[in-house]
DNA sequence: AAAAATTGATATTTATAAATACCAACTTTA
DNA sequence: TAAAGTTGGTATTTATAAATATCAATTTTT
């Protein structure tokens, strides 16, 4: 869709992205090394964040800030994402895949070096893109369960 | 089962549980307040603490002093809990549940007003009795999940 | 080619969550 | 029935997570 990929363009350099957040742009860097968000990286090595990863941040804010959820609160609660019902990935590589057995952190911070998404840009993900929203994470949880 | 009545069994009083905690008094006092645990109260409104309240409240400990997740961070990841998987409660029910609905905490801190968990004593409910385990939330998604 | 911006890494500050202390009223124990 | 323990409430302390600052090296911009 048109609109997904505008979205998703990476179009904002670290200042500018801190600036519309109303944050600095060491706490940008700290999220990344803490693994919550995945920004584009030039061939440079510098960052550029999209309108997507703005909303995220957003609501990473908003849980810090605002539901007073720790940054290892937010970790845990990625892990509880079923990535392997998006990615659809093998038995074998779920049964040797931390993001499937634990509960440590997001699967984009794990990703097992024996399975399909070893060699995946996690950036590119369904699994990362799909649950930046607030809120995402149940809704998938419910939305899966009630197929059953 | 003989063995899990007899891990039920409210037997400690708030200063027990204290010290085989190794926290104080108050600390247990504060956990029931922010809605992480349902110790049992007898009819003087006085606490007894179970064997499984004991090891939920050590996974609890383990939480926020070595996973580093505070307090809000674990009642949103209770809210991740499937409880209408367990209580198989109703279609109107659920539509009317904020259990169902929402992220904010645990079910039993929230029990819609008009659900069949309304009367509910929920400290004998499975869902707060199964999920005393750490991990076993995730465990739980992961099952369900797997006979879709 | 000079000025402005970004990089990562470490050190420091600040904001606040978690734990503790104190209280008078009530309950249990011995 | 006296001593020990528990109750809920508010106030205070402490521990530490989150944010900020500083740095020299590198990249981008004009």
Not at 12 to 19: F, H, V
Request: hydrophobic share 30%.
């Amino acid at each position: 869709m048109q609109n997904e990929i505008h979205n998703d363009e990476p179009i904002y350099p670290i200042r500018e992205a801190a600036k519309l957040l109303n944050i600095s742009i060491h706490t940008l860097r700290m999220y990344e090394k803490e693994n919550l968000i995945i920004p584009f990286k030039k061939s440079s090595n510098h960052r550029l964040y999209s309108k997507s990863d703005i909303e995220r941040i957003k609501c990473i804010r908003s849980a810090i800030n605002d539901a007073k959820i720790s940054i290892n609160g937010i970790k845990t609660i990625y892990s509880m994402v079923p990535c392997w019902e998006v990615i659809k990935c093998s038995d074998e590589d779920r049964n040797n895949c931390p993001a499937f057995l634990e509960h440590n952190g997001p699967c984009w911070s794990l990703k097992g070096e024996t399975t399909i998404c070893a060699t995946k840009n996690c950036r590119e993900c369904s699994v990362y893109k799909n649950f930046g929203e607030c809120g995402s994470i149940k809704s998938f949880i419910r939305n899966k369960l009630m197929s059953l």
